[in-house]
């Protein structure tokens, strides 16, 4: 049996359950999901500030999940925050967040995407998560729809019609083959989006999910983990404990 963990990297506890229904409905009958959210913080995280106020969670969230016994655990933001530090202190874990998982999935299914965002301001720091991954030649767009994360959700018809808005543009007009949700809280809407745009449409909350099982399940039969070596070589455990960290 898979354990997974789904973190919600905010002081709020108001999507943890939606997200949850949706995990349970697509899970394999052997994964066992939990979702967690920090007990203090920022409600939203568009601003870096906020990111380096609850990557310490985060990690300390993580730590607690391995020794748990979970097989996995997903950053639930489309910045991928925490992702390398997270895999740096995991010993046998998979680790893995919606941007990365969003990605790879969608490069794999069109040669170009498009990645709907909320705000201008969550561009240029999701666009270095674009290039640190390799995948600024699949990309077509960028399309923001104007809304903070707690707008997905007030106004269901209205952000419908945007996301349809945006998602059209990016297939017309920018080439796009596969249409990316780039928020964790725009769940709920790819299914519409993508019989009315005719094209795959990524929701950043099932996409990562699903990898984690698939990943959980080669490191499973097969052993094949985060690598160790350089990028994701844990610090020293005498370290840690000398500077009581």
Same mark, same amino acid.
């Given at each position: 049996?898979?354990?997974?963990?789904?973190?919600?990297?905010?002081?709020?506890?108001?999507?943890?359950?939606?997200?949850?229904?949706?995990?349970?409905?697509?899970?394999?009958?052997?994964?066992?999901?939990?979702?967690?959210?920090?007990?203090? +913080?920022?409600?939203?995280? !568009? @601003?870096?500030?906020? =990111?380096?106020? $609850? *990557?310490?969670?985060?990690?300390?969230?993580? &730590?607690?999940?391995?020794?748990?016994?979970?097989?996995?655990?997903?950053?639930?933001?489309?910045?991928?925050?925490?992702?390398?530090?997270?895999?740096?202190?995991?010993?046998?874990?998979?680790?893995?967040?919606?941007?990365?998982?969003?990605?790879?999935?969608?490069?794999?299914?069109?040669h170009r995407f498009s990645i709907?965002?909320?705000?201008?301001?969550?561009?240029?720091?999701?666009?270095?998560?674009?290039?640190?991954?390799?995948m600024k030649d699949k990309l077509?767009?960028?399309?923001?729809? +104007?809304?903070?994360?707690? !707008? @997905?959700?007030?106004? =269901?018809?209205? $952000? *419908?019609?945007?996301?349809?808005?945006?998602? &059209?543009?990016?297939?017309?007009?920018?080439?796009?083959?596969?249409?990316?949700?780039?928020?964790?809280?725009?769940?709920?809407?790819?299914?519409?989006?993508?019989?009315?745009?005719?094209?795959?449409?990524?929701?950043?909350?099932?996409?990562?999910?699903?990898?984690?099982?698939?990943?959980?399940?080669?490191?499973?039969?097969?052993?094949?983990?985060h690598s160790k070596k350089n990028?994701?070589?844990?610090?020293?455990?005498?370290?840690?404990?000398?500077?009581?960290?």
């Amino acid at each position: 049996m898979a354990k997974i963990m789904w973190i919600n990297p905010v002081g709020t506890d108001i999507f943890d359950k939606p997200i949850l229904n949706m995990l349970n409905d697509v899970k394999q009958p052997c994964t066992q999901v939990e979702v967690v959210s920090l007990k203090k +913080g920022p409600l939203h995280l !568009d @601003y870096r500030y906020y =990111e380096a106020l $609850v *990557v310490p969670d985060i990690l300390n969230i993580i &730590k607690s999940a391995e020794k748990q016994g979970y097989d996995a655990a997903i950053i639930g933001c489309f910045y991928d925050l925490g992702l390398k530090e997270a895999r740096e202190i995991a010993e046998k874990m998979i680790i893995t967040a919606p941007a990365e998982a969003c990605m790879h999935i969608a490069a794999t299914m069109g040669h170009r995407f498009s990645i709907i965002t909320g705000r201008e301001k969550n561009i240029p720091q999701m666009m270095d998560n674009v290039v640190l991954s390799g995948m600024k030649d699949k990309l077509a767009s960028f399309k923001p729809l +104007g809304l903070g994360v707690h !707008d @997905y959700h007030k106004d =269901e018809n209205m $952000v *419908v019609q945007r996301l349809k808005e945006k998602a &059209k543009e990016a297939v017309e007009k920018d080439g796009a083959e596969v249409v990316v949700l780039g928020c964790t809280i725009q769940f709920g809407f790819f299914k519409e989006l993508q019989e009315y745009v005719g094209v795959p449409v990524i929701d950043a909350v099932l996409a990562p999910f699903k990898y984690a099982e698939f990943l959980v399940e080669l490191k499973d039969r097969f052993g094949w983990l985060h690598s160790k070596k350089n990028a994701f070589e844990a610090p020293p455990a005498s370290e840690i404990t000398a500077w009581n960290l």
